[in-house]
């Protein structure tokens, strides 16, 4: 059996490459990343060109020292805790093909106060932003329909959200501890059915 995936270090990154599909992922790397981050649309190994398409689980998790990442225009999806722990991290831009982030994905940036998300995200997973303490603005995408559960627990800044009228349900703890929450902003026309329990707990 021959193996189609090959591991490869380029300008300071490092991708799990897939021959077959032509694609990298961003992954781990043995020295942790650190300062400002350009994902790159493409990159080029061996004569080929690879589309950068996905953050792999964990790949810059507990990078302390990584200020901004700028996500390049190919990158689909960003895994299970890919940025968590990323304490310095205050500057996010992500990629308009954005489709999927994973659960717990930026739990812990600390130091991260706004984002706005691209409008064809479908799914963020449970706790994605939740301990981001200094966050205090976000911006959801407009094809968003589910708030999953703990979301937001303990964004103790965050002052206001804008979401879609797709959103059908905002879970549980969704927006739990966010002391300073005063505005929920909901597009007209807006398809909410259901708040989970605590969702709102110890909010103004």
Not at 91 to 108: E, Q, R
Not at 124 to 132: L, P
Not at 146 to 155: K, M, R, T, V
């Amino acid at each position: 059996m021959i193996l189609d995936f090959m591991i490869a270090n380029i300008d300071k990154l490092t991708y799990l490459l897939d021959d077959s599909k032509k694609c990298a992922t961003v992954t781990k790397s043995l020295v942790p990343y650190s300062g400002d981050i350009v994902v790159p649309a493409t990159v080029e190994y061996g004569g080929t060109v690879y589309s950068v398409s996905d953050i792999l689980d964990e790949a810059f998790a507990e990078c302390v020292m990584l200020r901004s990442v700028v996500f390049g225009e190919n990158v689909e999806s960003i895994g299970i805790s890919a940025f968590e722990g990323c304490t310095a991290l205050s500057n996010v831009t992500f990629s308009a093909a954005l489709h999927v982030i994973g659960m717990s994905a930026f739990k812990g940036c600390t130091v991260l106060e706004e984002f706005v998300l691209p409008s064809d995200v479908i799914v963020i997973g449970k706790n994605a932003f939740s301990g981001c303490t200094a966050l205090k603005r976000a911006f959801l995408s407009d094809n968003l329909i589910n708030i999953e559960p703990s979301l937001f627990d303990g964004c103790k800044s965050l002052e206001k959200v804008s979401m879609g009228s797709m959103v059908e349900s905002i879970g549980e703890y969704a927006f739990y501890y966010c002391d300073k929450l005063e505005t929920v902003n909901f597009e007209e026309g807006s398809e909410l059915k259901t708040i989970g329990m605590y969702a709102f707990w110890q909010d103004k």
